[in-house]
C-alpha cells in the first residue's frame, strides 16, 4: 500500500535535519518549529474557515508547540485525504485513512466530523462532508457488512485470495462491524443540525438507512445466523472469526451481533456493548430525522421500534457488577452469562460513550467503567516511563494508542485530567508534529503508522474544545 513520506522529506533538509540529529528539545525552547505541514500547493482541499481557525489558535494559545500540533493535525484530512468530485450532478467526496488507500465509513466519517461547525463559514466545506454522505451511501447500498472500499467500483480487492466471504468488486474490506454503519449516520444528523441542509437525504439515502435496519435487524439473529460470515486464511487470529465464519454462539436477546470491533479485530462474544450502545443513538437520530424531513419519514416506524429492543436487551445485559469497581458496562458479552471485561483504544469504546452521546458523563456506572478501564485491572491498559493509556491487540502489548488520550481529555470536566492528557500528547509525538496510530509506552518514537489522519483530526477537536471551554489549559 502506498504511504506517503512528506513527513520524512520536511525533516531530512536544511535545518529539519540538524533538528532530527540534536532532537527537538532545544528548538521547542527557542519558540521555533519545523515546517511539517504538507505544501500549500500540494493540498487535496482547502478551507478558509479551517485556516482562520488555525491562525487564532496560533495566536491566542500561549502554548506555542500545542498551536504547532493542531496547525499539522487539525487540516491533515482536507490536506491530504479528501477526493472531491461532482458525480451524476451531486457532490462526492471520498475519504481515505491516509496510508491506506481505502474507505471506511467509521474512519470517514470520523475525519471529518470535527469541521462540520465550520460549514456555516465555508459553503465548500459543507458541500464537501454532503459528498461525503452521498458516497457513504453508495458503498452501503454497495454492500451494508463491508467496512472499507475503493473509490473506483471495479477495482478487486488485495484480500480476494485470503478472505473466504462474498467479496464483491469495489470493496477493500468485508469486515462486519456494527460502527460502521453508525458512523454515517451520526454524521447525517449532525451535518443537518449544523446546516439545516437536506438537500443529501435523497432517494439513495433513505435506501441506505432502510438497509442499514434491516442489516442489524438481521445480526439480531432471531431467525437464524443470517447471510454473513467471514474467515481469512491467516495466522494472525484476530484477522478471522471462529465457527465457520459466524463467530461464537450468542443467545439472540435483541442486541445486535458484531464480528469485529472497530480495531478491525474480531470479538470474542459476538454482542459488543459499545458498539451496540452507539446503534441505540443512531436509531434515535434516524428517528428524529424521519419526524423532521419528509423524505425520511419511511424511516420512523421500524427504527423507533429496532431501538426499543436494543435499548432493553442493553438494560438486561451490558451492565455486570464488578467486586472493586461495582456496576460496570461489559466490554462483550454473549447472552449466555459470559462477559469479556477490558476496553480497546478505537471508537466507539467504553470511554468514549459520553462522547457519542450515549451516556451521560456524571453516568454513575460509566464513571465506575472509566475507572475500570483506566487502570491495569484493563488488560489493554499499558504504563510506562513515557506515559499511560488503552491500546488493543491490533498492534499488540505496551503500545498506548493517542486516540485514548486524546478520548481521555474529550470526555473529561477535570483540568488537571485534561492538562495531563494535552502535557502527555505533547510529549509523545515522536518528534514528528502529528499524531499516531500507537506508540510504545516507553519509547514515542516507537511508533506505528505516520499518517493516519482519524487520530490527527481528532487531536485537533480536542484542542478546539479547550480552547473553547477552558483556554488557561493551553497558556
Known amino acids: 500500500m502506498e504511504r506517503r513520506h512528506f513527513i520524512q522529506q520536511a525533516f531530512m533538509t536544511g535545518a529539519a535535519l540538524s533538528i532530527s540529529k540534536m532532537g527537538f528539545s ?15 500547493a500540494q493540498r487535496k482541499f482547502k478551507s478558509k474557515a ?22 499539522n493535525c487539525f487540516p491533515n484530512t482536507l490536506d491530504t485525504t479528501v477526493e472531491f468530485e461532482i458525480i451524476d450532478g451531486k457532490p462526492d467526496t471520498y475519504v481515505i485513512t491516509g496510508d491506506i488507500d481505502a474507505m471506511w ?16 463559514h465555508d459553503k465548500d466545506l459543507q458541500q464537501l462532508i454532503r459528498g461525503v454522505i452521498h458516497r457513504q451511501a453508495k458503498c452501503i447500498i454497495l454492500d451494508p ?20 466471504t462474498e467479496m464483491k468488486p469495489g470493496i477493500h474490506e468485508r469486515k462486519w462491524e456494527i460502527d460502521s454503519l453508525c458512523y454515517p449516520i451520526r454524521l447525517a444528523h449532525g451535518y443537518w443540525k449544523e446546516t439545516g441542509d437536506t438537500s443529501a437525504f435523497d432517494g439513495e439515502f433513505v435506501q441506505a438507512m432502510h438497509l442499514i435496519i434491516k442489516t442489524f435487524q438481521e445480526q439480531q439473529r432471531f431467525n437464524g445466523k443470517g ?13 478471522g472469526v471462529p465457527m465457520a465464519g459466524y463467530g461464537y454462539p450468542a443467545r439472540p436477546n435483541g442486541l445486535i451481533c458484531s464480528m469485529f470491533r472497530p480495531s478491525d479485530d474480531a470479538t470474542i462474544f459476538p454482542y459488543l456493548v459499545p458498539s451496540n450502545l452507539f446503534a441505540l443513538v443512531s436509531l434515535k437520530q434516524m428517528q428524529e430525522m424521519g419526524a423532521a424531513i419528509p423524505a425520511m419519514k419511511s424511516l420512523v416506524s421500524p427504527a423507533a421500534a429496532l431501538a426499543t429492543t436494543v435499548e432493553r436487551a442493553l438494560k438486561n445485559n451490558a451492565i455486570i457488577k464488578h467486586p472493586k469497581y461495582g456496576n460496570i458496562y461489559a466490554y462483550e458479552v454473549n447472552g449466555f452469562g459470559s462477559y469479556n471485561l477490558m476496553d480497546d483504544a478505537n471508537v466507539p469504546s467504553l470511554l468514549s460513550l459520553p462522547y457519542l452521546g450515549a451516556v451521560k458523563q456524571n453516568d454513575a456506572i460509566y464513571q465506575n467503567t472509566r475507572r475500570y478501564i483506566w487502570s491495569e485491572d484493563n488488560p489493554f491498559f499499558f504504563k510506562g516511563e513515557s506515559a499511560e493509556g488503552i491500546g488493543g491487540p491490533h498492534i499488540g ?24 492528557c494535552l502535557e502527555t500528547l505533547q510529549k509523545t509525538h515522536g518528534n514528528t508534529g502529528f499524531m499516531h496510530e500507537s506508540f510504545h509506552k516507553n519509547d514515542p518514537s516507537n511508533f506505528t503508522r505516520k499518517w493516519f489522519a482519524w487520530a490527527n483530526t481528532i487531536f485537533g477537536e480536542f484542542v478546539w474544545k479547550v480552547y473553547q471551554e477552558k483556554p488557561t489549559l493551553l497558556s
Do not use: C
Open 26 to 40: 532545544a528548538i521547542y525552547n527557542g519558540g521555533d518549529f519545523p515546517v511539517v505541514r504538507v505544501p500549500e
Open 105 to 120: 465509513l467509521r474512519d470517514s466519517s470520523a475525519q471529518v466530523w470535527p469541521y462540520l461547525p465550520l460549514t456555516k
Open 397 to 420: 502489548l505496551d503500545m498506548i494508542w493517542p486516540m485514548s488520550i486524546v478520548m481521555k481529555g474529550l470526555t473529561s470536566s477535570n483540568e488537571a485530567e485534561i492538562k495531563w
Open 145 to 164: 457488512y463491508a467496512n472499507a472500499f475503493y473509490k473506483d467500483t471495479s477495482k478487486i480487492s488485495e484480500w480476494k485470495e485470503t478472505d473466504i
Open 50 to 71: 479551517v485556516e482562520r481557525l488555525i491562525a487564532d489558535i496560533k495566536k491566542d494559545i500561549g502554548n506555542k508547540e500545542i498551536a504547532w500540533l493542531f496547525e
Open 227 to 239: 447471510p454473513y460470515s467471514f474467515q481469512r486464511k491467516t495466522a494472525w487470529a484476530t484477522d
